[in-house]
């Protein structure tokens, strides 16, 4: 007899292992922005009150922890996104949002980082957090493309990988305040057709 491929729905955790899972990503939210994506996971585990196995447990590895901590900006940004596909100004709408990736990937070093090793590990946590996202700016790069104001042999992916560049570029520079904005105007006068605005 075949086996079914359907996937078992996970099993609603125990109170007490939400309650560590809980513990768990608020630790890691402070100790990513206060140390970056490299901060010490048994650190983690110990100012949650857990040992290192419980991490592990419910975070096989740090891209999985990275990923559960990115997703409320995830959800945020994907959100941003599908509102921002009605916009008047397609172009405009698109830089907005970008410029919102960079933004949230600047509150964790190393983010930008590690979205980027992982953006070619479809095993990854973290590269499967990125499907969403590169679907949602898909959508926005779309419109500006048909609206004839960004090239059309332009693909999400070389955005995306453009934009965790210039993240990664502000984040080596932390007293540059404005230069993820300024990279990220450069980047998108580079896209735009000869008649799209400046």
Request: hydrophobic content about 40%.
């Amino acid at each position: 007899m075949a086996r079914s491929t359907a996937q078992t729905p996970p099993r609603p955790m125990r109170a007490d292992a939400r309650r560590n899972y809980e513990r768990l990503l608020t630790e890691a939210r402070g100790s990513f922005a206060e140390h970056g994506t490299d901060a010490s996971l048994e650190d983690i585990a110990r100012r949650a009150g857990v040992g290192i196995g419980t991490l592990y447990r419910h975070f096989p590895d740090r891209h999985t922890l990275i990923s559960a901590v990115f997703q409320d900006a995830l959800t945020e940004l994907t959100e941003h996104a599908r509102v921002s596909a009605e916009a008047e100004e397609p172009c405009a709408a698109l830089m907005a949002w970008l410029g919102e990736i960079i933004t949230h990937a600047g509150e964790y070093r190393g983010l930008s980082r590690a979205l980027m090793s992982a953006a070619q590990d479809e095993s990854s946590a973290l590269s499967k957090c990125g499907v969403p996202l590169r679907d949602a700016g898909e959508r926005l790069l779309v419109r500006a493309q048909r609206d004839g104001s960004v090239r059309a042999d332009v693909s999400i992916d070389d955005v995306m990988r453009l934009t965790n560049a210039i993240a990664l570029a502000a984040e080596q520079a932390p007293e540059e305040t404005e230069l993820g904005t300024r990279l990220l105007t450069l980047m998108l006068t580079g896209l735009r057709t000869a008649r799209g605005p400046v």
